[in-house]
């Protein structure tokens, strides 16, 4: 019998050893929401000297009663539906609102739902960092979808990215070229020259980055651009990024210009100039 007892001591020893080197807060909660274990640094981040003096607690004596109340219908939630949770909530610890990673499950003793367990890991860090990368992107998002000229990326030969200007440009409803390839929509006697400018920037080779080239609308309107190209991050991969600017009229005003400077308005025979 002594051995047993010894054996199952130990085995518990072994078991809190476990709990309390976690990194996470791990805690029992019984149906009513009352802390019936918790680890060690569960009970240091609310303040409490020990495991074990958070036994018989609730979240009340832990935090504001709006978020105890929370909580406690949170546990319910799990309870009665039966179904594992896992939420990024916030968490007030020692006064501080931190976020925290929490996963919650009902707790079954020979086929009946007795209580919830979780555990929780901070990650106010990572949710700060992501805030502040989702805020980032809805601000460039917003600076390209607002952006006067069109925004294309190339990435594996086809378009990963159109902005509403370069649907505008090229009369695609986006998902109509979008996973489509690039090339079709370069007229037929650029496509040598730009798959040429295309391979070398993606094999990180020099090549220009200023140039123009002639697009094919959807309508098969031919339309003059001055393309401006860098080589961008997308999905963690190389890929291309082409700012093109519509040129066609400068370029009529520009044939208009030379007709007009080499041409005799009435005989159409060039002139002295």
């Not at 700060?128 to 998002?141: G, K, N, P, V």
């Not at 489509?180 to 006697?189: G, M, S, T, W, Y």
């Amino acid at each position: 019998v002594r051995r047993t007892e010894e054996e199952l001591r130990r085995r518990e020893q072994y078991q809190r050893a476990l709990l309390d080197n976690f990194p996470f807060l791990v805690w029992l909660k019984d149906e009513d929401s009352r802390f019936l274990a918790v680890n060690t640094p569960m009970a240091r981040s609310f303040g409490y000297p020990s495991a074990d003096a958070l036994v018989g607690k609730t979240d009340f004596d832990l935090t504001t009663r709006e978020l105890a109340e929370a909580y406690r219908a949170d546990d319910r939630s799990v309870l009665q539906s039966g179904e594992k949770k896992l939420v990024e909530e916030l968490i007030e610890v020692d006064g501080t609102p931190r976020w925290f990673e929490t996963y919650k499950s009902p707790l079954e003793l020979d086929g009946q739902r007795v209580g919830t367990v979780g555990f929780a890991r901070d990650v106010t860090h990572r949710h700060f960092t992501q805030t502040a990368l989702e805020e980032s992107e809805r601000r460039h998002r917003s600076f390209i979808e607002n952006l006067s000229l069109s925004v294309i990326v190339a990435q594996d030969g086809v378009l990963r990215f159109v902005n509403p200007k370069a649907v505008e440009l090229f009369g695609y409803a986006p998902e109509e070229y979008l996973d489509q390839a690039f090339l079709p929509l370069i007229h037929e006697d650029d496509r040598a020259r730009i798959k040429t400018y295309y391979q070398q920037r993606m094999a990180g080779e020099p090549a220009p980055r200023n140039y123009e080239v002639r697009v094919v609308a959807k309508s098969g309107r031919v339309i003059d651009c001055r393309v401006h190209v860098s080589l961008v991050s997308w999905g963690e991969r190389p890929a291309a990024l082409g700012i093109l600017e519509d040129i066609s009229d400068a370029k009529r005003l520009e044939a208009q210009l030379r007709a007009q400077a080499t041409t005799d308005p009435l005989t159409e025979l060039a002139n002295r100039r």
